[in-house]
């Protein structure tokens, strides 16, 4: 990636062996059974090197979790009164998701699969998705001019997560890509949850979700491409 150093790309190398070795022995053992020794040796590095990278086993297991969540909440920043959220959100959601998902596909699937089977590993699902709710409340309550959300925040805001949840559940049923999956469910949440009187999401939702989205992956593709 450019403009980062020698130093930066070695810790982002070093904290995803880690995770990597994380999420496999754990879906081998489960998350209790697996200890950061086993996790360090199968990475070929020190015990201490872990704790150098992660406060904790669930930190490794939700690596790029934080930076998607921080990712979403700048993109939603932008909104003010007035403004219509819905696009805003989608778009946001779209492309925090096929940044997480896209930049390590096979890593991304392990590490769904453990959240959904790991009984340990549940709560902590949830609370980084209540999270994102919580975004999306809050930033449908500003472009409609309330100090707080309301009903209707809130209820968009649990049926957004609420989509990428079943999209995680999905995982692998269907033969698009998560992220194509999450724009899907997105859209057709607008045709049903855009207010009564606003402006109504007509029959071209659809086609403007995968039009963002495709050119998304383009651009992400052109500056892989592009020199480092």
């Known amino acids: 990636m450019p403009g980062r150093t020698k130093v930066e790309v070695r810790r982002s190398r070093v904290r995803r062996d880690l995770a990597h070795c994380a999420v496999t022995l754990m879906t081998e053992k489960g998350f209790d059974a697996t200890t950061v020794a086993e996790i360090a040796s199968a990475a070929d590095y020190h015990p201490s090197s872990f704790f150098r990278y992660f406060a904790t086993k669930e930190e490794a297991v939700f690596l790029g979790v934080p930076e998607a969540t921080e990712e979403f909440r700048a993109a939603c920043a932008g909104v003010r009164r007035g403004d219509d959220a819905w ?22 699937a392990a590490q769904f ?6 009984p340990a590993l549940q709560g902590p699902m949830a609370t980084n998705l209540l999270k994102w709710e919580e975004i999306i409340a809050a930033t ?18 649990g049926a957004i997560v ?21 724009a899907r469910a997105i859209a057709l949440l607008e045709q049903g949850l855009r207010r009564p009187g606003g402006r109504q999401a007509g029959a071209g939702t659809l ?9 998304a992956t383009s651009a992400r593709r052109e500056a892989r491409r592009s020199p480092r």
């Open 87 to 108: 696009p805003v959100v989608r778009d946001a959601v779209v492309a925090a998701v096929a940044n997480f998902t896209e930049a390590d596909p096979d890593f991304f």
């Open 113 to 118: 699969a453990l959240w959904l089977t790991d």
């Open 140 to 157: 449908f309550a500003t472009a409609g001019g309330r100090k707080q959300a309301d009903l209707y925040c809130h209820v968009v805001g």
């Open 162 to 182: 609420s989509s990428l949840r079943a999209c995680v559940y999905a995982h692998g049923q269907e033969r698009d890509s998560f992220t194509d999956r999450v």
């Open 207 to 215: 086609a403007v979700a995968e039009k963002t989205m495709s050119s």
